[in-house]
């Protein structure tokens, strides 16, 4: 999704229309994450990026979408631009942390 939204409508009100493209970006990821996966993947990813135009969009993780939405309302323009791309995931294993250990018993530091 590649999108300029409108902030300004001669009859609907600002924060109706941040209401409107807030669920049509959910309704877009939803419809997204339910496409099937391709082989060794594990869950849909987003390239997200946010502006006042194409040119001037900055990187932005999913989850502050609507933060990004609340803030151009906040700026009162007029329009704003975002761009939501699929990509395949992989989950990475975390690291483990060495544990102390005493003889068989594994011990919590502090104890």
Same mark, same amino acid.
């Given at each position: 999704?590649?999108? $300029?939204?409108? /902030? @300004?409508?001669? =009859?609907?009100?600002?924060?109706?229309?941040?209401?409107?493209?807030?669920?049509?970006?959910? =309704?877009? /990821?939803?419809?997204?994450?339910?496409?099937? /996966?391709?082989?060794?993947? !594990?869950?849909? !990813?987003?390239?997200? &990026?946010?502006?006042?135009?194409?040119?001037?969009?900055?990187?932005?993780?999913?989850? !502050?979408?609507? =933060?990004?939405? !609340?803030?151009?309302?906040?700026?009162?323009?007029?329009?704003?631009?975002?761009?939501?791309?699929? =990509?395949?995931?992989?989950? &990475?294993?975390?690291?483990?942390?060495?544990?102390? @250990?005493?003889?068989?018993? @594994? $011990?919590?530091?502090?104890?």
């Amino acid at each position: 999704m590649k999108k $300029t939204f409108k /902030l @300004t409508h001669p =009859k609907i009100k600002v924060p109706q229309l941040v209401v409107a493209i807030k669920h049509e970006v959910r =309704k877009y /990821l939803r419809r997204e994450r339910r496409k099937i /996966l391709p082989e060794k993947v !594990d869950f849909w !990813d987003f390239d997200c &990026r946010c502006g006042v135009d194409e040119a001037d969009s900055g990187v932005i993780h999913v989850s !502050d979408i609507d =933060k990004a939405i !609340d803030q151009a309302e906040s700026k009162q323009l007029e329009s704003f631009y975002l761009e939501i791309l699929a =990509k395949p995931g992989r989950r &990475r294993k975390k690291p483990r942390e060495e544990q102390q @250990t005493n003889g068989d018993r @594994t $011990t919590k530091p502090g104890s």
